[in-house]
């Protein structure tokens, strides 16, 4: 790349290295359950997110059907574990039966209403979602319903196993942290997302990510100019369904439970709209920066609201604006706030900041 | 004074600079042509005058009043009106519902309704059509009819001639000798004989810039300078 | 073939698409009786649906605004309206009609009133600036229905809300052996009063007109003159008046609302507006009696497939035509 840096542009990256030093040391820097959990839900945010900024960002495309991807792979894999016990043979059934269905999915709905205006594709999307979250419900007998499904991971994760041994057959510890299968889920969810997210990276800076930006600028020309739009937008819808489905494989088999509330609720895509608008649309470094925030903020923002409004109590309505359970309705502002005076997000605001070095 | 004038109106769509410096004054009274190429700015002209487009420097002066920055409907309700390229007709509406449309009040003032009949009798004849469902010159006419449905002071036509059959410009330009007499047009044409035989003062405009204005017969007498700047043959 | 589809397009085309559902239904369903109960439950909702999905189409039309926040103007319908026949509980309960209908009419006109100024809030803060600006619309009418949700849940708590009827809409008339539940005969009746109502200031009157042309081509409507934004304003705060009408109406009907309905109903009415066509109002209530119809037969059929057959429904239909069935004019 002959162009050069902001110093923005600098401040993000190290940003982003600085995340993922951080998440890939956690275990060992953040030696408590609900940290780990926080680190390993990061892991898989920010895989799903950046899968979602492929397509909105980099195409322009509103879906709302990104969790239901998540679902599908997360589904496949649950109940792949269910029916055939924990086994390696189980997950990758499971993530592939995920993914096949995440790929014939998106090809119809890719088909059918991606040559139609981005409003019809966004309220199509919307109405396949439901669809999906009624059908997972319903089908009790296969997906537990409204309960979700709980099940074993393979036998490798299960936090009896002795990663390393000692002379005396007692399991190492490495500064304090024990190695046992805890940490080897941990990595298995870390590198799953390292190697999504680098497939992701690799993919926007080769020439189909310049393609697709030329799409989104202006998309009469780009057809003009002979390239196949509608095409295009069914491969990037595809290919961001597919990775949203494999994330949620691999969070199946780290959370050992699949629900309607972990793999296919709305809250989630809104969860991860939030996410691609507070990090920015459009760069993949921003998908990083907004997921870590949103993560935090939902596991730690949640315990500072709920002693706002006891301290409030006797004022009306306010303590209940700020009942730890309504921090969606300030998260809501925050984010029309952004996409009106932010467009570009926390990180395309930064990265436009700082002279050319 | 004249009705219209432009200085040095500079108008952007998106980041690409479409009108450079146009500068043009149109006098009351009769057919001004507006020429040149495709996309040297004819359109973008019309539009910006319209406030359809919102010019970035300049000023567009109208009876002496400056209208650039107005909002379009203030600006149409100053009294000019516009005929654009694709006539802008409502082809759900009938063609009375396209013409009282144009109406101040909702009601037909009897001489003008008449004189449109007159101008353009296919109107009166398909007048509870659906204007979808009328020919090419039909819509032309209806959307001629719609700019002297009321008395404006200045009509802006764009390419009115542009896919007509020889007998539909011929009524054409009929109706628009007529409609001069009260009513000063302004007019964006590509077919330069038609243009001739309408104008009376002229322009040229190439790469968003206004590179010739004079009379329409000095003009037309002189072929090198048309060949220069319109590439005719002649 | 060509013919036969004159014939049809000669009897009213695609309009005649509800009345051959009711009589493949009626093959299906096998006993009349049920039948009917059927087809005015789907009616009733129809219309219903109908008022939900009518302004989000004409905003849609005349300025290209999809608003996503379309459904919380439903909820906020039907919870305020559900507040007033609360507290005009000892209105409801008296002997006398004339009280009780005018509960409901205070809880209709406290529904509209709410519509009438969310919609003036809505429009001049969240979607003025973003207007033709497809992808922030999405995302910030997005976020103002996330805010929305999130103030009904703090008002109005996450547990169900029972709403009481007035007296002399509950219970059914029988004829013969066909039984109507009266509320939606009531709902069928004042849905369609309300669109004649607007199909007569569409088609009858000069605003209507400005309308019409404005859905097709708002450029040219400006160059005659009109402000087309102040009549934007006016549709948007009329097609969320509608929506709260309806969202009250809904809550009597269901009379167990919770703050899931928006969402729910949100569903059903962009459904309606993709296989009625964006932008008309024949095809919005076209839509909206096809699904009404077919939730209420295959939720009798097939109950399972109650919520999958909208959708299947929609995809069918698109495949057929991309633009819905009764697109406007553009």
Redesign the interface.
Known sequence: MAKQDTTGARAVKIAVFLIAALLLFAPFLFQDVRALEVAARICIFIVLVASYDLL?GYT?I?SFAHTMFFGFGSYGAAIALKQMGPGWDAVALGALAGAAVSLVVAVAIGL??L??????F???T???A??AL??AS?LSHLTGGEDGITYRAPDLFKPATKLLTDADGKVVEWFGVKLNGKIAAYYFVFTSALILFAVMFRLTVSPLGTVLVAIRENEARAEAIGYRVVAYRTFVFCASALVASLAGSVYAVWLKYTGPDTALS?AIM?DI?LMV?IGGMGTMWGAVVGAVLMVMAQYYLRDLMGAASEALAGVP?LP??L?P??W??W???I??LL??FF?KGIVGTIMQKGART | MSLLSLEDVRTDIGQYAVLHCISLEVPEGGVFVLLGRNGAGKTTTLRSIMGLWRPKAGAIRFQGEVISGLHTAEIARKGIAYVPENMGIFGGLTVEENLVLATEKGKFDPDRLARIYGLFPALEQFWTKQAWSLSGGQKQMLAVARAIVEPRALILIDEPTKGLAPSIVAAMAEAFRDIARTTTILLVEQNFHFAKSLGRDMAVIEDGRVVHSGTMAGFAADAELQNRLLGLAT | MDRLAEQIGRFGGVNLLPVALALVAFVLIGAPSSWVTLTVAGLAMGLMVFLMASGLSLV?GLMDV?N?GHSAFISFGAFVAASVLIALNHWLVADSVILNALALAFAFIAAIGFGLVAGWLFETI?VR??YRD???Q???T???L??S???I???WGGTPVTVPRPHFLEGSWIIGDVSIEVYRGFAFVLGALIFVGLHFLLNRTRIGLLIRAGVENREMVESLGFNIDRLFIGVFMLGSALAALGGAMWAGYETLITPALG?EM??IV??V??IGGLGSIRGTLLGAIIVGLTANYVGYLAP?LA??SN?IL??AI??WR?KGLAPAVK
């Open positions: 909105i322009g509103v059918v209403s040559r139609v205006k981005a409003i019809f966004a309220m199509i919307l109405a396949a439901s669809v009624v059908l319903q709305f809104i709209l608008v309505l209940d604006l009942n359970d309504r969606l309705f998260l809501g502002i984010f029309i996409v009106y467009p | 849609f999809l996503f969240i600036p973003v497809h992808l922030r999405i995302l910030i997005m976020g103002a996330i805010v949700e999130q103030v849940l703090a008002i969402g949100m569903i962009f459904i507006v993709i399972k919520l999958a959708m929609m995809m698109l495949m991309p």
